[in-house]
């Protein structure tokens, strides 16, 4: 009975892991970049949440998603001067009320708890009085940071209550950057493994078939011959 060839299996192996190991990596690679994002804080406006120099990692969503309490990045070219990329927080969505006395800020009649604010003021001592209904397909949007941030309440008389286009949101903010970090590394890292092990069995596989066709081409040694 003829056996297999010397070293197959082993390329077999490697004809499967190699590419495997590549497609994993770049499948991690595309599905990251089609469904996840990542930006750098340039301002103060989103502190003490989001310090300037810090690393946001996001989720890309449709307008239709975003929720009452979202931090989202908005593409608004025009509102300012110096981006048209913006990192602000959700404070109501089309329907809502939303209120401001120069004291608190209210949405619906109820008044807004926000522990995220800097400084645990939610008006910052900005004096502002504001009374918004959200239009349909709009948000109303301020920073955690208000005595800094440029927000919804500083374009209340625009027609449109200061309000931003629902479709306008790009991104929204994962509260944890472990997930996003621990999928990327062990998905690249895996894909990349699983890629050297099949590049290894494959030539190991080679190394064992060409030792195997040396011997076989070898001529046979005579006999030794015992006195």
Request: glycine share 16%.
């Amino acid at each position: 009975m003829r056996s297999g060839r010397p070293g197959r299996g082993l390329r077999i192996a490697g004809w499967i892991l190699l590419p495997l190991g590549v497609l994993m990596s770049v499948g991690t690679w595309l599905v990251g970049d089609a469904f996840f994002g990542g930006h750098s804080v340039g301002s103060d406006a989103m502190e003490p949440t989001y310090p300037r120099g810090d690393t946001v990692f996001t989720k890309k969503i449709d307008g239709d998603e975003v929720r009452r309490g979202d931090v989202v990045f908005y593409y608004l070219p025009g509102r300012y001067a110096d981006t048209d990329l913006v990192f602000q927080r959700v404070i109501g969505i089309g329907g809502d009320r939303v209120k401001g006395d120069g004291r608190q800020v209210y949405v619906n009649g109820t008044p807004l708890r926000e522990g995220y604010v800097s400084a645990a003021d939610p008006v910052a001592g900005d004096g502002k009085d504001y009374d918004v209904k959200v239009p349909e397909g709009r948000l109303f949007v301020m920073g955690d940071n208000r005595a800094v941030s440029r927000d919804s309440r500083f374009f209340v008389d625009d027609g449109l209550g200061g309000t931003i286009p629902a479709d306008a949101v790009r991104e929204r903010a994962l509260e944890g950057k472990a997930v996003p970090v621990l999928t990327a590394v062990v998905g690249l890292a895996g894909g990349v493994v699983v890629a050297l092990a099949g590049a290894g069995c494959a030539l190991a596989g080679w190394l064992v078939g060409r030792s195997a066709r040396r011997a076989a081409d070898s001529p046979p040694r005579p006999p030794y011959v015992v006195a």
